[in-house]
């Protein structure tokens, strides 16, 4: 298997999980801190889509904050919430967020359901065409320089990251894991 098909597997695999995850997940619960100062779980899977976009769009996309997908496919527009400027670098990524600006990220799920589809899409389409040498390509990165390959697998350790985070939060909010042995 190739790593790029690898890569896809996991983004696919990491879609399935967390969309079933917000299947019984009621919209007075999307936002609600599990504790102070704890992110909410919508927070949480807008953030890691965030962090998603900005790396990919690094190295396919171009540096300029609007060519990412949450401009580029009208996100910021649909949902009334431009994080542009805001954050740590201005990213608008959700990282470096105070608690209030947390507080104002308030996107409906069906619009970051819809962010997250397109944002697969455009990651597998960039993997397809990707040979090896493309995933050896030297990017700059915040801390220096890393490859394409390494930002990709980034992206996918972030996602599984936050997704434990989510699902953690949501027990805490309520609503426990359907798989536990014990339901």
């Not at 890569?7 to 936002?31: C, G, H, K, N, W």
């Not at 504790?35 to 909410?40: A, E, I, K, L, V």
């Not at 390959?149 to 936050?162: F, G």
């Not at 434990?164 to 359907?178: H, Q, S, T, V």
Request: aromatic fraction near 12%; proline fraction near 5%.
């Amino acid at each position: 298997m190739r790593a790029q098909d690898a890569y896809i597997s996991q983004f696919r695999t990491m879609t399935d999980e967390v969309t079933a995850m917000f299947d019984d997940v009621p919209d007075e619960l999307l936002y609600k801190r599990p504790g102070p100062s704890q992110n909410p779980i919508g927070w949480n899977y807008w953030h890691f889509l965030r962090i998603w976009d900005s790396g990919l769009h690094s190295i396919i996309g171009g540096k300029d904050l609007k060519e990412q997908t949450w401009w580029r496919g009208g996100f910021a527009e649909q949902s009334g919430y431009d994080p542009a400027g805001l954050g740590g670098r201005g990213g608008g990524t959700g990282m470096g967020y105070t608690d209030a600006e947390v507080d104002a990220v308030q996107v409906p799920l069906e619009i970051i359901q819809a962010y997250h589809r397109q944002l697969l899409a455009e990651t597998e389409e960039y993997l397809r065409s990707a040979d090896d040498e493309e995933l050896n390509r030297v990017v700059p990165y915040w801390a220096g320089e890393t490859t394409c390959a390494k930002m990709v697998e980034q992206a996918i350790r972030n996602c599984w990251m936050h997704y434990g985070e989510m699902r953690y939060a949501k027990g805490i909010l309520g609503r426990p894991d359907a798989s536990y042995p014990g339901r």
